[in-house]
């Protein structure tokens, strides 16, 4: 995480739009989505958002945003999993 992915981040949760294809990066999980919305919202700095995601650790994602990026993809196999 860094200072540009959280600018990114709110970004996109204020109803930026950007024109990329594919976004790749790491997702906010709950604790760090709740303290997105915290910093969105003005009820912390950006400072303090980051006191509070130094240790949080979140996983790793591919978005894809267009038709041109979906194409990129191949279909290998599918398994079904009974839980």
């Known amino acids: ?4 992915w959280l600018d990114f981040i709110a970004n996109c949760r204020s109803g930026k739009t950007y024109r990329y294809d594919i976004a790749e990066g790491l997702t906010a999980n709950d604790t760090v989505r709740n303290y997105v ?3 969105l919202t003005g ?3 950006q ?3 980051w006191v509070l995601a130094e ?3 979140s ?3 591919i978005s894809f945003h267009t038709l041109a990026a979906l194409d990129c993809l191949i279909f290998k ?3 079904e999993i009974y839980v």
């Open 43 to 45: 009820r912390i700095t």
């Open 1 to 4: 995480m860094s200072d540009e």
């Open 55 to 57: 240790f949080k650790y």
């Open 47 to 49: 400072k303090q958002f």
């Open 59 to 61: 996983a790793h994602q």
């Open 77 to 79: 196999e599918s398994k």
């Open 37 to 39: 919305n915290d910093f």
